[in-house]
């Protein structure tokens, strides 16, 4: 996978994410401030690899991390992720 796709990926979850969060402010509200969020995908065990080693880096910098697991995407809605489960993670 290349930077390109990779930082694609990155940014096409991060703006589903943002939108699931408009759509759910309670989840939102408990998010730390300035957390890395970093993404899990089922169907996309390569980006997920990516992301896996992303969060251990951040992690062993001390920044807080926060994981959002999600099956995949699915076509354009009110937020394309599938059952996203949002969690602060000490270190992965």
């Known amino acids: 996978m290349t930077e390109h796709e990779l930082v694609d990926k990155r940014l096409t979850f991060s703006f589903e994410f943002s939108r699931y969060l408009i759509g759910h402010p309670e989840t939102a509200q408990r998010l730390p401030p300035n957390a890395a969020v970093i993404f899990l995908v089922d169907d996309d065990p390569g980006f997920t690899q990516h992301e896996r080693e992303l969060a251990r880096r951040l992690a062993a910098e001390g920044q807080p991390v926060i994981t ?24 992965l």
């Open 68 to 91: 959002v697991h999600v099956r995949g995407l699915a076509p354009p809605l009110e937020s394309r992720l599938i059952e996203p489960q949002v969690e602060l993670s000490p270190m």
